[in-house]
């Protein structure tokens, strides 16, 4: 029995998966927009009781969109009250948080940190991708925030729609008073029907992270608090990118490191948000306390699942001296194609250049 009680850092806690928007690149999509499908508030305070039995540093609470839960506030005030230690953030689009009353509420129930992810440059680029016209609602929640002392950051999945707006779509939010931003490179989520080659071809990676990059030099002159989200294996990228992103690139996720779970709205543990049909096990059946929960991660059921997802896409990860860096890329990426394919994409795109 290991009863490391530093074993986690991090918590997810999935409260609800309805959402009022619908965003084509949302790698939750496959679960639905059910808003009944959501914790009870009785489930969320026992998912917080596991966070402060395991000393878990930081609960995450995400969706769906985490501020249409209705029990939100109390979620946080019983961290504030309960656990103390804990820092509750918020991952959400932010179109609610245009009412200041809610900000501020929100604040004083104990929220510490909060992630807004940003969908457009302006309000058609907006509207297309969410099936709403939120643009100028997210703008008022920015200057809102901007205008309290919580900490925030402004997020956004580059995609091959938006990825040439990215400095149009920083710069709105940074004139709003937004400050720190993140991008993540679009991972689909979804099983396509074509695959490898094909489906590289109809969606390039390496055309992706160089339309970013080109940016690069536009961005800083907007911001220099900014970084990318684990992804693409570092091969991906060619030594200049590599430099030009040096210092801005995210290590490796809680798939690889083993230091965070996510429990979802049926309390099933899951080995990441981007799993949403996966079972990894389920708090009140598999497991109930911290020391239970220990042993259950460490038994063969749990570590044989893990293991099959953390393999590296390749056998010459293993040799690799970005191996600590990256670990083979994240395990979702390789859904639509293999780490060969991706590599022949890459010789042939560099042919032809």
């Given at each position: 029995?290991?009863?490391?009680?530093n074993r986690?850092?991090?918590?997810?806690?999935?409260?609800?998966?309805?959402?009022?928007?619908?965003?084509?690149?949302?790698?939750e999509?496959?679960?639905?927009?059910?808003?009944?499908?959501?914790?009870?508030?009785?489930e969320a305070?026992?998912?917080?009781?596991?966070?402060?039995?395991?000393n878990?540093?930081?609960?995450?609470?995400?969706?769906?969109?985490?501020?249409?839960y209705?029990?939100?506030?109390?979620?946080?005030?019983?961290?504030?009250?309960?656990?103390?230690?804990?820092t509750?953030?918020?991952?959400?689009?932010?179109?609610?948080?245009?009412?200041?009353?809610l900000?501020q509420?929100?604040?004083?129930?104990?929220?510490?940190?909060?992630?807004?992810?940003?969908?457009?440059?302006?309000?058609?680029?907006?509207?297309?991708?969410?099936?709403?016209?939120?643009?100028?609602?997210?703008?008022?929640?920015?200057?809102?925030?901007?205008?309290?002392?919580?900490e925030f950051?402004?997020?956004?999945?580059?995609?091959?729609?938006?990825?040439?707006?990215?400095?149009?779509?920083?710069?709105a939010?940074?004139?709003?008073?937004?400050?720190?931003?993140?991008?993540?490179f679009?991972?689909?989520?979804?099983?396509?029907k074509?695959?490898?080659?094909?489906?590289?071809?109809?969606?390039?990676p390496?055309?992706?992270?160089?339309?970013?990059?080109?940016?690069?030099?536009?961005?800083?002159?907007?911001t220099?608090?900014?970084?990318?989200?684990?992804?693409?294996?570092?091969?991906?990228?060619?030594?200049r990118?590599?430099?030009?992103?040096?210092?801005?690139?995210?290590?490796?996720?809680?798939?690889?490191?083993?230091?965070?779970i996510?429990?979802?709205?049926?309390?099933?543990?899951?080995?990441?948000?981007?799993?949403?049909?996966?079972?990894?096990?389920?708090?009140g059946?598999?497991?109930?306390?911290?020391?239970?929960?220990?042993?259950?991660?460490d038994?063969?059921?749990?570590?044989?699942?893990?293991?099959?997802?953390r393999?590296?896409?390749?056998?010459?990860?293993?040799?690799?001296?970005?191996?600590?860096?990256?670990?083979?890329?994240?395990?979702?990426?390789?859904k639509n194609?293999s780490?060969e394919?991706?590599?022949?994409?890459?010789?042939?795109?560099?042919?032809?250049?």
């Open positions: 029995m290991s009863s490391d009680k986690l850092k991090q918590c997810t806690v999935v409260l609800t998966r309805g959402c009022n928007l619908r965003c084509d690149f949302c790698f999509k496959e679960a639905g927009y059910r808003a009944h499908d959501q914790l009870s508030l009785d305070k026992r998912i917080v009781d596991l966070c402060g039995d395991a878990v540093k930081y609960v995450f609470l995400t969706g769906g969109e985490p501020l249409t209705p029990h939100l506030l109390d979620v946080l005030k019983y961290i504030k009250d309960e656990y103390p230690a804990i509750p953030t918020i991952a959400t689009n932010g179109v609610l948080l245009e009412d200041m009353g900000c509420s929100l604040i004083d129930c104990g929220l510490r940190y909060l992630d807004i992810s940003m969908k457009g440059a302006d309000a058609s680029e907006w509207k297309r991708a969410t099936g709403y016209d939120g643009y100028a609602k997210q703008l008022r929640a920015i200057r809102n925030l901007a205008s309290t002392e919580l950051t402004c997020s956004m999945v580059v995609t091959e729609e938006n990825v040439t707006r990215v400095c149009e779509a920083v710069r939010a940074h004139d709003n008073g937004a400050r720190q931003f993140s991008f993540t679009f991972i689909d989520n979804i099983e396509s074509t695959k490898d080659m094909d489906y590289l071809k109809e969606h390039d390496f055309a992706l992270i160089e339309s970013f990059v080109s940016q690069i030099d536009r961005l800083n002159a907007i220099d608090d900014w970084w990318v989200e684990y992804s693409f294996p570092l091969c991906a990228y060619t030594e990118q590599l430099k030009l992103l040096e210092g801005r690139l995210a290590g490796p996720c809680q798939i690889h490191l083993q230091n965070a996510t429990v979802d709205t049926t309390m099933k543990l899951l080995p990441c948000d981007m799993y949403a049909s996966a079972n990894l096990g389920r708090l059946d598999d497991f109930s306390t911290y020391e239970e929960l220990d042993n259950w991660m038994g063969h059921e749990y570590q044989s699942a893990v293991e099959e997802m393999k590296y896409p390749s056998e010459k990860c293993s040799s690799c001296a970005f191996l600590d860096q990256c670990y083979g890329g994240c395990p979702v990426l390789w194609y780490f394919a991706l590599m022949s994409f890459k010789a042939s795109v560099d042919s032809d250049s």
